[in-house]
């Protein structure tokens, strides 16, 4: 939690930095208000699985080994282990430059490059930090 809270902190920032290149308007805090939906809502796609995988884990119901394992086999569960990645990832691609482009009052396309811009970074911390 506290590594995905400085990395919208984060967001927000370079989002306010890369907008004013092109004259944006909006506030900080309604730029952060923004993000912090446009990132979490499609969060909430990969913290539920991962979140009962945590489970499985603590319960020692699953070893980490195993759920490796499962998830690398061909087959449902190794489609839905990515999907749920590619799902969230698309979501955040189409919900950051909305939130921008609505915020800063950009163009489509200058909201769309530093939306791209912003979740290569936020991505990177989170890879970087998490994984």
């Known amino acids: 939690m506290p590594v995905f809270l400085l990395d ?3 967001a927000g920032g370079v989002i ?15 730029t952060l208000t923004a993000t912090g939906f446009a990132l979490m809502v499609p969060s909430l ?7 009962v995988g945590t489970i499985l884990f603590l319960t020692g119901t699953m070893t980490q080994k195993e759920w490796l394992e499962t998830i690398s086999r ?10 749920y990645q590619i799902v969230a990832v ?3 691609l189409l ?15 200058q ?5 791209i811009i912003t979740l290569g970074i936020f ?5 970087v930090f998490i994984r």
Do not use: D, N
Not at 25 to 30: C, D, F, L, N, V
Not at 45 to 51: A, D, H, L
Not at 123 to 127: D, I, P, Q
């Open 90 to 92: 698309g979501w955040m």
């Open 8 to 10: 919208w902190i984060l």
């Open 111 to 115: 909201a769309i490059l530093t939306g």
């Open 45 to 51: 796609v990969t913290w539920i699985p991962e979140t």
């Open 123 to 127: 991505m990177t911390l989170m890879l």
């Open 16 to 30: 306010q930095l890369l907008s004013r290149g092109f004259h944006g308007q909006g506030s900080y805090e309604k």
């Open 74 to 83: 061909p087959g449902f569960w190794q489609v839905f282990a990515t999907l």
């Open 95 to 109: 919900l950051v430059p909305l939130a921008v482009a609505v915020v800063q009052r950009i163009r489509w396309w």
